[in-house]
């Protein structure tokens, strides 16, 4: 940082990586606060000698600047801290006024804190804030980044799920048949996914091949929580979500059952390949698909969040458990990858649902912006990071948005006059067209009594009909 950066960080009014303090003669207390910070976040500048009034900063200067920098960094690399901090240090002179800057780098051993862990800090727009217990935990569980999910359990390949092993081994096949594990048995093939060492199950195996009831055993409430939401928020909704899925065997189950959704929740115009046949290549799908297999591969599971994806009209939003290993800049800019769980990776990838290099979140950022003209927004704090993907295009309308959602198929001119609980009915009979009374009701709040009388509005409009029995038929919108 030279002469003209410190001026410029001066001038700006929030810094993530950038923090004054006055230290005239002496260290600020506070100055242990901003340490512990930049440690357990993305590093950062401190800068002594600045005195800062409101929005005003003004150069004052330190005395005694070589014992000012001699104290400071013999404290942090003493017994204050329970980690050892190795800073990079420069000095300024302003017209006489000495200014230290010492850089504080990210560590990789967290939680960093001073005297005791109730003194740990994170950094949180331009200040110092104070971790909670559920924060500090997470960063001792990152110090094992990469490495959980390859600890043994006490189950053997008896507690693993024979339907998840041979649906595999079947999608395997059908992708890739010229793959070697193709020709392996059970056994070994589960010994070369490192699902099985030993004779024992490491957890990354039993996570996508266990049965449910065993991977409860040894976590809490296991889950991957998937909700669709009627609006662009709760409040605005007719009800708080019409669809929630949180209840699945395992995360090979999971992901079958989700990206089945989510594929009718993106626009997928249908294409064919040179030889006739469909294909699901396009950037969007493959965007969609990538941050799914991101969530499964990068989610803390010992986190007391879960896993969430939650589809709003305008957005699909994707809450990994867990902070990412770099910030999304480096990874994109050294295409760094370092999977949170490996083994759930290595699943993944030897059926071509995960890239084989790097993180996938240059086909995550590209690929949807190749069709929706606008990028996903990735954020974050030191136990999670989101992904939040616009559905609505440059100069679409939300209204249109709920309409073609809720109701495609339909011919626009039918739309009109609809009620916001009938256009969700007719996308529940669209999605499940053998939804029964109770569960529109259930799912849109209303009586039965009420469902009956919007279906008989339905009906006369023209916009849906009965097939078979009251008991055995079906629902069919009409257009579908």
């Given at each position: 940082m030279d002469h003209k950066e410190l001026f410029d960080r001066l001038e700006e009014l929030e810094w993530e990586d950038f923090e004054v303090k006055e230290a005239k003669t002496s260290i600020p207390k506070s100055s242990f606060e901003t340490v512990s910070a930049f440690s357990n976040t993305n590093g950062g500048w401190l800068v002594f000698g600045v005195r800062q009034t409101g929005k005003i900063f003004e150069i004052s200067g330190v005395e005694d600047a070589e014992k000012i920098e001699q104290d400071f960094t013999t404290v942090i690399r003493g017994d204050k801290f329970n980690n050892k901090i190795r800073v990079g240090s420069q000095k300024y002179n302003f017209d006489g006024k000495v200014v230290l800057a010492f850089y504080v780098p990210s560590s990789e051993n967290k939680p960093v804190y001073f005297n005791s862990r109730k003194n740990t800090f994170i950094r949180t727009g331009s200040g110092d804030q104070r971790a909670t217990d559920v924060e500090i935990d997470a960063m001792y569980r990152d110090s094992a980044f990469g490495f959980k999910d390859q600890e043994l359990t006490d189950f053997v390949i008896d507690d693993l799920d024979e339907k998840t092993i041979s649906d595999y081994r079947t999608?395997?096949?059908?992708?890739?048949?010229?793959?070697?594990?193709?020709?392996?048995?059970?056994?070994?093939?589960?010994?070369?996914?490192?699902?099985?060492?030993?004779?024992?199950?490491?957890?990354?195996?039993?996570?996508?091949?266990?049965?449910?009831?065993?991977?409860?055993?040894?976590?809490?409430?296991?889950?991957?929580?998937?909700?669709?939401?009627?609006?662009?928020?709760?409040?605005?909704?007719?009800?708080?979500?019409?669809?929630?899925?949180?209840?699945?065997?395992?995360?090979?189950?999971?992901?079958?059952?989700?990206?089945?959704?989510?594929?009718?929740?993106?626009?997928?115009?249908?294409?064919?390949?040179?030889?006739?046949?469909?294909?699901?290549?396009?950037?969007?799908?493959?965007?969609?698909?990538?941050?799914?297999?991101?969530?499964?591969?990068?989610?803390?599971?010992?986190?007391?969040?879960?896993?969430?994806?939650?589809?709003?009209?305008?957005?699909?939003?994707?809450?990994?458990?867990?902070?990412?290993?770099?910030?999304?800049?480096?990874?994109?800019?050294?295409?760094?990858?370092?999977?949170?769980?490996?083994?759930?990776?290595?699943?993944?990838?030897?059926?071509?649902?995960?890239?084989?290099?790097?993180?996938?979140?240059?086909?995550?950022?590209?690929?949807?912006?190749?069709?929706?003209?606008?990028?996903?927004v990735v954020s974050g704090g030191v136990d999670y990071y989101k992904i939040t993907f616009p559905l609505v295009k440059v100069g679409e309308k939300v209204t249109e948005k709920l309409v073609d959602g809720l109701v495609d198929g339909l011919v626009d001119g039918l739309v009109d006059g609809l009620v916001e609980t009938q256009i969700l009915m007719l996308q529940l009979m669209r999605e499940n067209p053998h939804v029964s009374k109770r569960e529109m009701a259930e799912s849109v709040g209303i009586s039965t009594t009420a469902i009956d009388k919007n279906i008989v509005s339905l009906k006369k409009k023209g916009l849906l009909k009965r097939i078979g029995s009251p008991k055995g038929g079906y629902w069919e919108v009409v257009g579908e």
């Open positions: 999608y395997l096949e059908n992708v890739n048949p010229e793959h070697r594990y193709t020709q392996l048995s059970t056994e070994e093939l589960l010994e070369k996914l490192q699902v099985v060492i030993n004779g024992r199950i490491t957890i990354g195996g039993l996570l996508v091949f266990g049965r449910e009831d065993n991977i409860n055993r040894m976590l809490t409430d296991f889950r991957v929580d998937y909700l669709e939401i009627m609006g662009t928020s709760y409040s605005d909704a007719p009800t708080r979500y019409n669809y929630r899925l949180y209840e699945e065997e395992n995360l090979f189950r999971f992901y079958f059952s989700i990206i089945e959704r989510l594929i009718k929740k993106i626009d997928l115009p249908f294409t064919l390949r040179a030889d006739g046949l469909a294909t699901d290549r396009q950037p969007q799908f493959i965007a969609i698909r990538e941050a799914l297999v991101n969530l499964l591969m990068h989610s803390d599971y010992f986190s007391p969040m879960k896993p969430r994806i939650r589809v709003f009209l305008d957005r699909i939003e994707f809450l990994n458990p867990g902070s990412l290993p770099k910030d999304i800049e480096s990874i994109m800019r050294e295409d760094f990858t370092m999977p949170r769980n490996p083994i759930v990776t290595r699943i993944f990838r030897v059926i071509k649902l995960a890239e084989n290099a790097g993180s996938g979140f240059d086909k995550m950022i590209t690929g949807w912006k190749a069709y929706y003209e606008d990028v996903p």
